[in-house]
């Protein structure tokens, strides 16, 4: 897909968390961020990595820009959009990348419900512009491997997944406490988690939710290869007390048959990697990110139920 020319990149939502990953992973790749949009203004970061980039504060103008330039030369014409808005967003946002001719590369979840997905198939196949999901804890060379010993693994394993990380008051002032836009927990936060998940031990075949707070949600999952106890939590006091006491603001834990997978490194050190991966022909697209959109849908529309406490997480156990 690369030709030896950089590529034009947009970026919707460069005033976000997640956004300098984004933009140094285009600097990394040796491409051009050539505009950006996002309401809040406060985007000095942009100027660490592109000072020329325009910016604008309302997607109808960074819309005319696009459109504008796909009249011009491919040399002009801006070549991916870069998704790193708010959640309910995310759709829309695919929506217009494709709309200009360009590819999307969006964070997760491409998606809050999985029926959205639908739209992005169709105008996807209408071309010329593809959707890609950032899928990072897929290209973390250990959980690589993983993969392939669960594969070649005639028995089940047994797996206890942790993700605490402590939020202020704000987070349910915002709009990721708001689960008609964030998805709540199980789709802001989980569905790094469940993609990882359903990658590594298959499709769901069962899954009970045991806690659904809005700071706190924990179940358990029965997948082709694994029998999965799994807690996501914003309350600092499910930190465990050597993290807490050392100022660390999460803690993320996944073990199976209590030998510890470290996967922490893949959160924020991958993007400039799936950048190479979508700009080499590569890429995960929106079969790919199906299953766990699906799968978190299906957990936040489960009743809460009680379990035998040999599927329970360990912190609901106490």
Known sequence: MQESSAKNFGLLGVGGYVAPRHLRAIAETGNTLVAA???????????????????????????????????????????????????????????????VGAHAICEKPLVINPWNLEQLVELEAEGPGRVFSVLQLRLLPSLVALRERVAARSDRARVELSYVTRRGRWYQTSWKGDEAKSGGLPTNIGIHLFDLLLWIFGPAQRWEVHAARPDRWAGFLELEKAD???????RIEDLPDDVRDAGKPAFRSMTMDGEAIEFSPGFTDLHTRVYEDVLAGGGFGLEEARPSIDLCYRIRTTVETTAASARLHPLLRR
């Open 228 to 234: 999965v106890s799994w807690l996501l939590s914003t």
């Open 37 to 99: 949009c996002d309401p809040n203004d406060s985007v000095g970061v942009m100027d660490s990595y592109f000072l020329d980039a325009k910016f604008f504060t309302e997607v109808e103008r960074f819309d005319r820009f696009l459109e504008k330039q796909r009249r011009k030369s491919d040399a002009e014409r801006v070549h991916y959009i870069s998704v790193c808005s708010p959640n309910y967003l995310h759709d829309a946002h695919v929506r217009l990348a494709l709309r």
